[in-house]
């Protein structure tokens, strides 16, 4: 066994911070997210582990794609969890539907807009952008604008653009990019369960969310879907699509989507996809008419009570307005705006934060999503950030 | 609020299989991953939520990084994790050192060469390939030879070939590419913790492996570590990194690595991550050396008990043998290989399987790792394997 090296000593030390034992404090999560899970969602979370070629698993695979096909309003096949933050399901669904060289057009009126450029950049695509500034949404006619002059193979359009708290309408987009055969990316990661979407109404071709938001689980993957339309375009690629973990088709059989037999894939996030089965459970449970009224009844009441405090919303049109996370604009001459934040979270380990890409320095961001959208919340998230808004602005 | 469609109806119904509850069999995890983790493991999994861009949050992203460091012996400042399987790890440690029609020589002699073939090509690199038998492994003189004749920029090499059980000895391997200017990329996912392994001393330049292996964490998370002279590679790009996902200098920033003030970069997989924390804490708790010999001494009994029964390994020799997965060969003439699996699958939720790529139908392959690596074990997994491989044989 000399070879292996058993002999060797060990050059560097056990880093001895690791024997105090980990004990994160419990916090209110009403940021963007992530949002609370309770006690259901953690305990699945250590359930006992299978191993991902057990029929057992295959069947939870089964279940959460029926979930996922409810929660997204499709009957897409193509519904599966990519193993991976938000940005795997950005970034995957631009490297399955264009290739290199392809025209993509961008919808930026916000961080998503900026992040989605960003990576198409990377991926070589011919990227053109049409904008709007942060807080407004784009309008049909917009859109008709950017498809005539670019031609593009595919758009991408950000439904919650929750850097700067709107809420996208989509209704007629799939339709009008078809005419221009033109493919719809769409980016509901923290608006997905939250306000009434319906993918195959909608003829969107790709829309993906988050787990840690509406869908109150841990981070760590991202549930997706694909018309297929898309799947059609994946299929004729004259290259094949540059990242094998984020391909489509591979994932598709190893999720047991096209009928074949399941190959090796990777192995799955089998105790985060717990998670994200029992959060669907939750919502068979409730019912999603029942989840969507819940979130847009409880922020009306929110809107209420910040207006009450004297306070403008940076989306000033209701009906632009998400209804998961909400912009409140900082008050000219507000002294020390991220103050704010720190002081809930020293004081009461509560969560809200500031602006994100353009909206730094414009807005705090309040989330009330997934559970921790209760009507029973919200007077102390208003007075909670009364007293700290208060506080601020006495103490400079 | 008309304008949201809440007087909208769901078209797709709410799907009935998931209000069944969700209990998963408890399984012995005997196969090449994931291993089975303990209860301090499963905590970590459900403590409570954080924010990633809380401080205690950034202490635990600063303590898990001294973990690595000593689990893969190294003092490389760029060791964090990546947000994804093992997968991740390969595609991003090429994407990153490696730019667009520049040449990589891939190490195949299994599965996971075969894979890093397939990765490469996708990202459009110029793929040179050196091969070996399944089974075998590389000398320098094998490495020597295809260096120079091809000049890669970066050479990609399997350390643990879960797939043929094969452990790559990698002493002098990153000189002699240093000496070629070729950066080195080695897969540890099997192995890195169950045999001894120094990232520093055998010069290597991306290093990478898996939660789910010897860590016995939940799958679904990649550690990973860049040297110095991977990441002055990376700053001399001349082209971005196709993925903002996995470039290691944007996570580098979120993980502290370049002294900067940490930006956004995705919503880290906190709860993952808790587990990782409690894992390595185990791993300084035991000590490194302590983890590698215990490995070592279990399949030295594992190994002595496979060959009393008269079956032969798949790698001869003993230096080149895996601790953590061993291959054993299928006897000529026997019946049904499958069978032995799913008749421990099926009477004792016990998991062995079969090969893999170049190995299907060829051998077994049993892990004993992580947690699963005690000497205890090894009586019943041996009686196990014993029992349903005497009994598919009489059988047929």
Same mark, same amino acid.
């Given at each position: 066994?000399?070879?292996?090296?058993?002999?060797?000593?060990?050059?560097?030390?056990?880093?001895?911070?690791?024997?105090? $034992? *980990?004990?994160?404090?419990?916090?209110? *999560?009403?940021?963007? +997210?992530?949002?609370?899970?309770?006690?259901?969602?953690?305990? &699945?979370?250590?359930?006992?582990? *299978?191993?991902?070629?057990?029929?057992?698993?295959?069947?939870?695979?089964? !279940?959460?794609?029926?979930?996922?096909? /409810?929660?997204?309003?499709?009957?897409?096949?193509?519904?599966?969890?990519?193993?991976?933050?938000?940005?795997?399901?950005? @970034?995957?669904?631009?490297?399955?539907?264009?290739?290199?060289?392809?025209?993509?057009?961008?919808?930026?009126?916000?961080?998503?807009?900026?992040?989605?450029?960003?990576?198409?950049?990377?991926?070589?695509?011919?990227?053109?952008?049409?904008?709007?500034?942060?807080? !407004?949404?784009?309008?049909?006619?917009?859109?008709?604008?950017?498809?005539?002059?670019?031609?593009?193979?595919?758009?991408?359009?950000?439904?919650? @653009? #929750?850097?700067?708290?709107?809420?996208?309408?989509? !209704?007629?987009?799939?339709?009008?990019?078809?005419?221009?055969?033109?493919?719809?990316?769409?980016?509901?990661?923290?608006?997905?369960?939250?306000?009434?979407?319906?993918?195959?109404?909608? @003829? =969107?071709?790709?829309?993906?969310?988050?787990?840690? %938001?509406?869908? &109150?689980?841990?981070?760590?993957?991202?549930?997706?879907?694909?018309? $297929?339309? &898309?799947?059609?375009?994946?299929?004729?690629?004259?290259?094949?699509?540059?990242?094998?973990?984020?391909?489509?088709?591979?994932?598709?059989?190893?999720?047991?989507?096209?009928?074949?037999?399941?190959? /090796?894939?990777?192995?799955?996030?089998?105790?985060?996809? /717990?998670?994200?089965?029992?959060?669907?459970?939750? =919502?068979?449970?409730?019912?999603?008419?029942?989840?969507?009224?819940?979130?847009?009844?409880?922020?009306?009441?929110?809107?209420?009570?910040?207006?009450?405090?004297?306070?403008?919303?940076?989306? %000033?049109?209701?009906?632009?307005? =998400?209804?998961?996370?909400?912009?409140?604009?900082?008050? !000219?001459?507000? $002294?020390?705006?991220?103050?704010?934040?720190?002081?809930?979270?020293? %004081? /009461?380990?509560?969560?809200?934060?500031?602006?994100?890409?353009?909206?730094?320095?414009?807005?705090?961001?309040?989330?009330?999503? +997934?559970?921790? #959208?209760?009507? @029973?919340?919200?007077?102390?998230?208003?007075?909670?950030?009364?007293?700290?808004?208060?506080?601020?602005?006495?103490?400079?």
């Amino acid at each position: 066994m000399a070879s292996f090296g058993l002999e060797k000593k060990t050059k560097i030390p056990p880093p001895e911070q690791l024997l105090k $034992p *980990l004990w994160p404090h419990p916090k209110f *999560l009403f940021g963007p +997210g992530p949002s609370n899970p309770n006690a259901r969602i953690y305990n &699945a979370s250590s359930l006992p582990m *299978l191993g991902h070629f057990q029929t057992e698993f295959h069947h939870i695979l089964d !279940e959460i794609q029926a979930g996922l096909r /409810y929660a997204f309003q499709t009957t897409n096949t193509y519904t599966i969890v990519f193993t991976g933050a938000g940005h795997t399901g950005m @970034e995957g669904a631009m490297m399955n539907i264009v290739e290199r060289e392809q025209k993509i057009l961008i919808c930026l009126n916000g961080m998503w807009g900026m992040r989605a450029k960003n990576i198409a950049e990377r991926q070589g695509l011919d990227v053109r952008v049409i904008e709007k500034p942060a807080g !407004e949404a784009f309008t049909l006619e917009d859109i008709k604008k950017g498809l005539e002059e670019h031609k593009p193979v595919a758009m991408f359009i950000t439904h919650s @653009e #929750s850097s700067t708290g709107v809420c996208q309408p989509l !209704e007629g987009v799939g339709a009008l990019c078809h005419k221009y055969d033109c493919l719809v990316i769409a980016d509901t990661v923290a608006s997905l369960g939250g306000t009434p979407f319906f993918t195959d109404d909608l @003829e =969107l071709d790709v829309v993906y969310t988050g787990s840690q %938001k509406v869908f &109150a689980c841990p981070p760590g993957i991202c549930p997706i879907t694909f018309s $297929p339309k &898309a799947i059609e375009r994946v299929k004729n690629r004259k290259t094949p699509v540059p990242s094998f973990y984020l391909d489509i088709l591979e994932l598709g059989n190893y999720w047991g989507c096209d009928g074949q037999p399941r190959r /090796y894939h990777h192995t799955a996030p089998i105790n985060l996809l /717990y998670t994200l089965r029992e959060s669907l459970a939750m =919502l068979v449970e409730e019912g999603l008419e029942n989840c969507w009224k819940r979130h847009h009844d409880n922020i009306e009441i929110f809107w209420a009570g910040i207006e009450k405090m004297g306070l403008e919303m940076f989306v %000033k049109d209701k009906n632009l307005r =998400l209804p998961t996370v909400t912009t409140i604009k900082i008050p !000219e001459g507000y $002294p020390d705006w991220k103050a704010v934040g720190s002081y809930l979270m020293e %004081k /009461y380990h509560f969560e809200i934060v500031g602006g994100m890409g353009p909206t730094v320095g414009l807005v705090w961001r309040i989330g009330l999503m +997934g559970l921790n #959208s209760r009507k @029973e919340n919200i007077p102390s998230v208003l007075r909670l950030f009364e007293e700290a808004f208060n506080h601020v602005k006495a103490e400079k």
